[in-house]
């Protein structure tokens, strides 16, 4: 895309009512080590990642967002308590539709404080729904916490809530694995027909592949083991299916998921969590009572989110990507900070796109 001077104008505009909320402007390089970190931020940025190859440093990538490398910033520098705001383009390839632009600018705000997590949640929504407060936007609100905390309730094998929690970000391949280990859906043929073999191993036919013997006897064990498990029963199917299709104003998802904790202790505190959150965004006066909570919301965006998840979008006739988006990644900060990690939450606004609703407003 394009980016005129115009553009610039307003992205600087933003970042300055960002650092005006006292966030340090920093930076971060175009090209990033791809590596693991592209793992960071799951399938489908992976797929949309521009990659090239440097003799010394291996993989790079042209960023795909800004907030991975600023979390490596910050990590390496201590986890001392930190706000940051950055202004510059993301790179991501377009399969789907050419009409979207394979680089765009973004403007950010990061918060790096664990003193009052629903606080800054509440901080990064209202910074960026005050510089969207000239268009119209709708707002999606959610939580990957409470579904990451019902997945780790589940009275089922660990192997399968680690299973389940990976593939959160699959809605359909979520389901299916829910169907199967509830006892919903057959196991697929071909692993019914192997596992139905007494001895699997003496039918192989010669290795071919990459994996040694050792590796496939071990495989064919999990899998046994699995079908051993004792299905997930069918209450706590109907629990996670009930949760899934919250979609509520805030106050009254807030009712409905009080009302599953009862069943689902283990989201209690997540929903808690919530609760807290709908205060400080209160405190911050934005209209919670008519404020959207959809607990599905976020479940095909960045994977490193794991709390509050947000976004705004225009008018859908409009066709646009959303014009701000951001949510909580206490974990990622564990993993780039070697263990330690520090609760933080952001978000980002694209000063394009902002534009490009009030010209047609
Ligand atoms: N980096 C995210 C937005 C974000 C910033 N901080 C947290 N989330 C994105 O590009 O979509």
Do not use: C
């Not at 909580?328 to 933080?344: F, I, Q, S």
């Amino acid at each position: 895309m394009d980016t005129g001077q115009d553009s610039w104008a307003r992205a600087r505009r933003y970042q300055s009512v960002i650092a005006g909320q006292g966030a340090v402007v920093t930076d971060a390089d175009y090209l990033q080590s791809a590596g693991t970190l592209l793992d960071l931020y799951g399938e489908d940025i992976r797929a949309r990642a521009f990659t090239t190859h440097d003799p010394v440093r291996g993989e790079q990538m042209l960023r795909p967002d800004f907030t991975v490398p600023i979390v490596q910033q910050h990590m390496a520098h201590g986890a001392e308590p930190a706000r940051y705001t950055y202004m510059g383009k993301v790179f991501r390839k377009q399969e789907k539709d050419e009409n979207r632009p394979t680089e765009f600018v973004q403007v950010g705000y990061e918060i790096f404080d664990g003193a009052n997590p629903a606080a800054a949640d509440a901080e990064v929504f209202a910074t960026l729904a005050g510089l969207l407060s000239d268009v119209e936007v709708t707002a999606a609100t959610g939580d990957i916490g409470v579904l990451r905390a019902a997945v780790e309730g589940l009275k089922t094998t660990k192997r399968r809530r680690a299973a389940l929690l990976r593939h959160l970000w699959r809605p359909r391949r979520f389901k299916a694995l829910l169907d199967r280990y509830g006892g919903r859906s057959d196991m697929p043929a071909a692993r019914a027909a192997l596992l139905a073999q007494d001895d699997p191993m003496a039918q192989m036919p010669p290795l071919l592949g990459l994996r040694t013997q050792a590796e496939i006897a071990e495989r064919i064990e999990v899998l046994r083991e699995d079908a051993a498990a004792e299905p997930i029963s069918a209450v706590e199917l109907d629990l996670i299916d009930t949760l899934l299709k919250v979609r509520e104003t805030a106050p009254n998802a807030l009712v409905a998921l009080r009302d599953l904790s009862v069943d689902l202790p283990s989201i209690a505190p997540a929903v808690d969590g919530i609760a807290r959150r709908l205060d400080a965004l209160a405190a911050r006066g934005i209209a919670v009572d008519t404020l959207p909570f959809e607990a599905s919301y976020g479940r095909t965006s960045m994977e490193y989110y794991d709390g509050f998840v947000f976004g705004f979008s225009a008018d859908p006739r409009l066709n646009l990507p959303p014009l701000a988006t951001g949510g909580r990644y206490d974990a990622l900060t564990t993993v780039l900070g070697g263990g330690v990690g520090v609760p933080a939450v952001g978000g980002v606004i694209r000063p394009d796109l902002v534009a490009a609703v009030e010209a047609a407003q």
